[in-house]
């Protein structure tokens, strides 16, 4: 069993950048693959960036690569997001979530085990 805990949203201007974490519960964190997946208002949650378990393997929606950063502290069992050049349309709510499947196949909803509560960012124009 794996508690996700997510912090770090806000609200921010158009071009800002912000950090979003998620702390895990349990000695087997480094075992999951973790990823980021997020909600805007009256659409579908969708992929957003994952990591392996090491950290070596990252991977990022089109939407977000070469903006977002994923990366992840084992000793401190926590991943963080850092999101840079922020625009309005990322607004959303942010999850964190756990999956025992490799990075490279985990950029599905379903593939995920455990979920955080969310955590809301919002960037204003």
């Known amino acids: 069993q794996v508690q996700l805990v997510e912090s770090g949203g806000g609200l921010v201007q158009a071009g800002a950048s912000l950090s979003v974490s998620c702390a895990a519960s349990g000695r087997t964190f480094s075992s999951y693959t973790m990823g980021w997946f997020r909600q805007a208002p009256g659409k579908e949650r969708e992929f957003v960036a994952a990591?392996?378990?090491?950290?070596?393997?990252?991977y990022y929606a089109d939407s977000v690569k070469g903006r977002f950063t994923i990366s992840r502290d084992n000793a401190k069992n926590t991943v963080y997001l850092q999101m840079s050049s922020l625009k309005p349309e990322d607004t959303a709510v942010y999850y964190c979530?756990?999956?025992?499947?490799?990075?490279?196949?985990?950029?599905?909803?379903?593939?995920?085990?455990?979920w955080g509560q969310g955590t809301q960012v919002t960037v204003s124009s």
């Open positions: 979530a756990a999956t025992s499947f490799p990075a490279v196949l985990a950029q599905a909803q379903r593939q995920y085990s455990y």
């Open positions: 990591i392996s378990g090491n950290g070596g393997i990252t």
